[in-house]
Nanobody, 114 residues
Framework: QVQLVESGGGLVQAGGSLRLSCAAS????????MAWYRQAPGEQRELVAS???????QYADSMKGRFTISRDNSKRELYLQMNRLKPEDTAVYYC????????WGQGTQVTVSS
């Protein structure tokens, strides 16, 4: 089983920034697409951003221009730089493949205060 460990969350004021990291227990080489997801209280988990092995990137509409996804295959890590955070970005953030076929990690809590 691949293990995923997310980190970097915290409490930040609206307009602030956070950088999330995701460490995988296996190499990301050969994994076509990795993604960040988030789940707010009472809501379904949603896709935030994805990045292919060729660095083709897609963002959910509400994240465009504010979030930046990147990956370092050699370090087995995925990143999410989040800028101009809004209270509605408050959620637990997770990483996984775009098929979400790895066991979910514990996620990292992001709380944005107004």
């Amino acid at each position: 089983q691949v293990q995923l460990v997310e980190s970097g969350g915290g409490l930040v004021q609206a307009g602030g920034s956070l950088r999330l990291s995701c460490a995988a227990s296996r190499s990301l080489f050969g994994v076509t697409t990795m993604a960040w997801y988030r789940q707010a209280p009472g809501e379904q988990r949603e896709l935030v951003a994805s990045i292919t092995s060729r660095s083709n990137i897609q963002y959910a509409d509400s994240m465009k221009g504010r979030f930046t996804i990147s990956r370092d295959n050699s370090k087995r890590e995925l990143y999410l730089q989040m800028n101009r955070l809004k209270p509605e970005d408050t959620a637990v953030y997770y990483c996984n493949t775009n098929y979400a076929n790895w066991v979910w990690g514990q996620g990292t809590q992001v709380t944005v205060s107004s």
